[in-house]
């Protein structure tokens, strides 16, 4: 990809001045699997092409958006073909993964963090529900929960299970969070609960950017953080946690706590997969 560096405003209307091209490394880097180096590598190969869009974008019409696409075929092929890997392997897996989610109980997940969460019913979103573990514990504390799943399968299931507790499920997903958009006022509680691994960096700045825009004052995000490996059907991307507390300060979020811990789930922990929690004060 080429991109130039004069974005005359003349010209910002008709064309963002990005050639794309085909990016054979980007393509062999998600063929060779679930290795997490060469998967970085290739997501910083595209980094600065995401945010050359991010600033050009507001500036484009949507068929000049459609014809100058922000990646190279092949970075737009590979961010498609790990989503899509990433949605269909949760699918596929969701008869045992709803067991997985559901066996732990919400105080050992979130015994970490829960002490920093509003102790008077407050508005509260879950993203990246599951089968709604956690938002149907959050619903009998007496708080008013929204849950985002973007996974049929794993949705269904968690409205199956979880029905009469009066949570507001929203097939939906980072980084954009678009439906939810006409969703009442601010959230005083978010919790993103293993999600942030399979969004690629360019996705995760904006998802702060998402997530800190339907946070109240005073409200509380809260990040695990997957590290180490994964399923070559849910395929995961390299977190660096400095960096994610960066990002969360950048948009006005201040880290309250950060505590790293085992996997609750004994092939996981087997397997050196370990997590990183991050609790986020919007505006304080």
């Known amino acids: 990809m080429v991109i130039s560096s004069s974005l005359a405003t003349s010209n910002l209307t008709h064309r963002a001045?990005?050639?794309?091209?085909?990016?054979?490394?980007?393509?062999?880097?998600?063929?060779?699997?679930?290795?997490?180096?060469?998967?970085?590598?290739?997501?910083?190969?595209?980094?600065?092409r995401m945010h050359v869009y991010a600033r050009t974008r507001q500036y484009l019409s949507p068929d000049a958006?459609?014809?100058?696409?922000?990646?190279?075929?092949?970075?737009?092929?590979?961010?498609?073909r790990i989503r899509e890997t990433v949605l269909a392997g949760y699918q596929a897996a969701a008869d045992d993964l709803a067991v997985?989610?559901?066996?732990?109980?919400?105080?050992?997940?979130?015994?970490?963090?829960?002490?920093l969460y509003p102790s008077s019913p407050s508005r509260a979103l879950d993203v990246g529900a599951g089968t709604g573990r956690d938002?149907?514990?959050?619903?009998?504390?007496?708080?008013d929960v929204v849950a985002v799943e973007p996974v049929d399968a794993m949705r269904q299931r968690g409205q199956a299970l979880h029905g009469a507790e009066g949570i507001q499920w929203v097939e939906d997903s980072l980084p954009l969070l678009a439906r939810l958009n006409d969703i009442g006022p601010r959230f005083d509680?978010?919790?993103?609960?293993?999600?942030?691994?399979?969004?690629?960096?360019?996705?995760?700045?904006?998802?702060?950017?998402?997530?800190?825009?339907k946070l109240a004052q005073g409200g509380l995000l809260v990040l695990s953080l997957r590290r180490g490996p994964a399923?070559?059907?849910?395929?995961?991307?390299?977190?660096?946690?400095?960096?994610?507390?960066?990002?969360?300060?950048?948009?006005?979020?201040r880290c309250v706590l950060q505590k790293d811990a085992q996997s609750l789930q004994a092939r996981n922990?087997?397997?050196?997969?370990?997590?990183?929690?991050?609790?986020?004060?919007?505006?304080?």
Do not use: K
Request: proline letters at 7%; aromatic letters at 8%.
């Open 100 to 115: 997985r989610y559901e066996q732990p109980s919400f105080e050992r997940v979130h015994a970490h963090t829960a002490h």
């Open 189 to 213: 509680l978010i919790t993103c609960i293993a999600v942030w691994q399979h969004l690629t960096p360019g996705e995760r700045a904006s998802a702060f950017e998402v997530l800190a825009s």
């Open 65 to 80: 958006a459609r014809r100058n696409p922000p990646w190279s075929r092949g970075m737009l092929s590979v961010m498609d």
């Open 231 to 253: 399923p070559a059907e849910r395929p995961v991307l390299p977190i660096d946690v400095a960096d994610t507390v960066y990002q969360a300060e950048h948009h006005g979020l």
């Open 269 to 284: 922990r087997n397997a050196g997969v370990h997590w990183t929690w991050l609790a986020l004060r919007a505006g304080s």
């Open 135 to 143: 938002a149907a514990h959050l619903a009998a504390l007496g708080h």
């Open 17 to 48: 001045r990005i050639q794309p091209g085909p990016c054979v490394f980007c393509q062999n880097a998600y063929e060779a699997g679930n290795r997490h180096s060469r998967i970085a590598r290739a997501i910083e190969h595209a980094h600065e």
